[in-house]
């Protein structure tokens, strides 16, 4: 075998194994990519236990007034809880919220949590408290299911179910709405966000 054939077989060889590593790496992207979810499971945990102790303090308030203060408090702060923890996991995937599936799953809440507020508006101008846990956790539901089409499978199993909890709480006695919410935003949070962490990892 002459020199030239044999520089011709080491060039394919290093060919071949350029080739083998690039594979490698677009395995191990779409992999990650598959696996990764822009809602955080640890921190949905958090989010969960800080509704736990809110529905335990707003059930023993004075006025409804002072009730909705302490849920618009926690919204407050589980969106905080959120939008940190949406950063880190995506810091450690080596991810990005601002382009792909995370800008899409994080543009997608924004319809149904603007409807809400606005309604939130609305039912406190006319003092209709008792509305307010429904209509909060079903259109948080909403946020989710649709924010859950670039996510994994189980976020939109969660937003379901805060679905079906909205509408239970929306035909229940008004009495019962503070435990709607302890069950909603606190149970069903640290539940779901337990089994995305330790599914899909943060």
Same mark, same amino acid.
């Given at each position: 075998?002459?020199?030239?054939?044999?520089?011709?077989?080491?060039?394919?060889?290093?060919?071949?194994?350029?080739?083998?590593?690039?594979?490698?790496?677009?395995?191990?992207?779409?992999?990650?990519?598959?696996? *990764?979810?822009?809602? #955080? =499971?640890?921190?949905?945990? /958090?989010? %969960?236990?800080?509704?736990?102790?809110?529905?335990?303090? $707003?059930?023993?308030?004075?006025?409804?007034?002072?009730?909705?203060?302490?849920?618009?408090?926690?919204?407050?702060?589980?969106?905080?809880?959120?939008?940190?923890?949406?950063?880190?996991?995506?810091?450690?995937?080596?991810?990005?919220?601002?382009?792909?599936?995370?800008?899409?799953?994080?543009?997608?809440?924004?319809?149904?949590?603007?409807?809400?507020?606005?309604?939130?508006?609305?039912?406190?101008?006319?003092?209709? *408290?008792?509305?307010? #846990? =429904?209509?909060?956790?079903? /259109?948080? %539901?909403?946020?989710?299911?649709?924010?859950?089409?670039? $996510?994994?499978?189980?976020?939109?199993?969660?937003?379901?179910?805060?679905?079906?909890?909205?509408?239970?709480?929306?035909?229940?006695?008004?009495?019962?709405?503070?435990?709607?919410?302890?069950?909603?935003?606190?149970?069903?949070?640290?539940?779901?966000?337990?089994?995305?962490?330790?599914?899909?990892?943060?």
């Amino acid at each position: 075998m002459n020199e030239r054939a044999v520089e011709n077989l080491k060039y394919i060889r290093e060919i071949n194994e350029r080739a083998v590593e690039n594979l490698k790496y677009i395995r191990e992207t779409m992999e990650r990519a598959g696996s *990764f979810t822009a809602v #955080p =499971g640890r921190g949905g945990i /958090l989010m %969960g236990i800080s509704a736990l102790l809110t529905a335990l303090i $707003s059930n023993r308030l004075p006025s409804k007034e002072l009730w909705f203060d302490s849920w618009l408090g926690e919204a407050i702060l589980a969106l905080a809880i959120g939008g940190w923890a949406m950063q880190q996991k995506a810091k450690a995937f080596q991810s990005t919220l601002l382009y792909g599936a995370g800008r899409k799953f994080a543009l997608s809440l924004c319809p149904a949590m603007i409807a809400g507020g606005i309604l939130t508006v609305v039912l406190y101008k006319n003092a209709l *408290f008792g509305l307010m #846990p =429904g209509v909060w956790l079903l /259109l948080y %539901g909403v946020a989710v299911v649709t924010g859950g089409a670039f $996510s994994v499978k189980v976020v939109p199993i969660m937003g379901v179910c805060f679905m079906l909890l909205g509408a239970v709480a929306l035909f229940s006695p008004v009495a019962w709405a503070n435990w709607f919410m302890a069950a909603g935003f606190g149970g069903l949070q640290i539940v779901f966000g337990a089994v995305i962490a330790r599914s899909y990892g943060g």
